[in-house]
Nanobody
Framework: QVQLVESGGDLVEPGGSLGLSCRAS????????MGWYHQAPGKQRELVAT???????NYADSVKGRFTISRDNAKNTVYLQMNSLKPEDTAAYYC???????????????WGKGTLVTVSS
């Protein structure tokens, strides 16, 4: 009964900004790393950014200096602030989280259904 739900995808002009959010809910005991991945039409899903439980961040080279990942543990939410957007950023953006369910001894990966980001003039 764990779910991840993304929001914030939109159409934005090149050079613009957009913020995404993802909320995890359900029978959650603990959340370790959280992250964002994107998938453009006809291409494979790729890592965008991750943030671990201690706040250490990791970014794809293509977004370093432009995107910022953050999290609010009290809200079970991860965010992605995207600045200086480029047409190449156009993709479906998927939320990922490594979650330990209540009563489970292990962490498992969960995925959201995605939110669309289109960067175009």
């Amino acid at each position: 009964q764990v779910q991840l739900v993304e929001s914030g995808g939109d159409l934005v002009e090149p050079g613009g900004s957009l913020g995404l959010s993802c909320r995890a809910s359900g029978d959650i005991f603990s959340i370790d790393a959280m992250g964002w991945y994107h998938q453009a039409p006809g291409k494979q899903r790729e890592l965008v950014a991750t943030i671990d439980s201690g706040g250490i961040m990791n970014y794809a080279d293509s977004v370093k200096g432009r995107f910022t990942i953050s999290r609010d543990n009290a809200k079970n939410t991860v965010y992605l602030q995207m600045n200086s957007l480029k047409p190449e950023d156009t993709a479906a953006y998927y939320c990922n989280a490594r979650i330990q369910r209540i009563g489970s001894p292990i962490y498992q990966n969960y995925w959201g259904k995605g939110t669309l980001v289109t960067v175009s003039s």
